[in-house]
């Protein structure tokens, strides 16, 4: 499984920002998709999860409302878009990828670079 991430950058505080992960190399319908972020100094920590097929999703407490998470199955590529960013989004977003059945998250992208300025 490969995982190619775009779309980070600076904003400015209240701006928005879709990130996006490409994905490739295995037929993803028994999988779930993943968005983590790491700032520095702190922990990966999880944002949001979406399964391939269906509609479930999941997110962390800190960005629900905020944060929306979507796939394009066709294109194999799964989104993540940010609204009312703050300071505290800051930080590397990875996309990542398991097998529904697994119990850990066993691919992932090289990471996307979000700044928000205040």
């Known amino acids: 499984v490969q995982l190619a991430e775009s779309g980070g950058g600076l904003v400015q505080a209240g701006d928005s920002l879709r990130l996006s992960c490409a994905a490739s190399?295995?037929?993803?319908?028994?999988?779930?998709m993943g968005w983590f972020r790491q700032a520095p100094g702190k922990e990966r920590e999880f944002v949001a999860a979406i399964r391939w097929t269906g509609y479930m999703t999941e997110y962390a407490d800190s960005v629900k409302g905020r944060f929306t998470i979507s796939r394009v199955n066709v294109k194999n590529t799964v989104y993540l878009q940010m609204n009312s960013l703050t300071a505290e989004d800051t930080a590397v977003y990875y996309c990542?990828?398991?097998?529904?059945?697994?119990?850990?998250?066993?691919?992932w992208g090289q990471g996307t670079q979000v700044t928000v300025s205040s």
């Open positions: 990542a990828a398991k097998h529904f059945a697994a119990d850990s998250w066993g691919s």
């Open positions: 190399g295995s037929n993803f319908n028994n999988y779930v």
